[in-house]
């Protein structure tokens, strides 16, 4: 059993920062491969980004290109999502995922076997 924890969500402005981070426990955490979605109000929850757990590979949605990192520290136990440039329609509650070993870095939610419970981050205009 993996148990994940989500932190570092808040408010800011148009054009500020955040960084999430993902702790994770319960597995080793390097052959963890983690991703990170997001659930807008209404709306289906999104792929944001993941990193493979062999050779840390990365992968992002269109709309976080250039903007968004996303980044494991696996003496840590940690994923990070550092976001830059935040405009309003990154509102939304973010969730950590894992899932152990696997292939690739994964974008289906339904390829993810853990979920953390979410932080809220809110882009104000």
């Known amino acids: 059993q993996v148990h994940l924890v989500e932190s570092g969500g808040g408010l800011v402005q148009a054009g500020g920062s955040l960084r999430l981070s993902c702790g994770a426990s319960g597995v080793a955490f390097n052959k963890l491969t983690l991703g990170w979605f997001r659930q807008a109000p209404g709306k289906e929850r999104k792929f944001v980004a993941a990193?493979?757990?062999?050779?840390?590979?990365?992968v992002y949605t269109d709309s976080v290109k250039g903007r968004f990192t996303i980044y494991r520290d696996n003496a840590e136990n940690t994923v990070n999502l550092q976001m830059n440039s935040l405009n309003p329609e990154d509102t939304a509650v973010y969730y950590c995922a894992a899932r152990y070993l696997g292939g690739g870095p994964g974008i289906q939610s339904n390829e993810y076997a853990y979920w953390g419970q979410g932080t809220q981050v809110t882009v104000s205009s």
């Open positions: 990193i493979g757990w062999s050779d840390g590979s990365t």
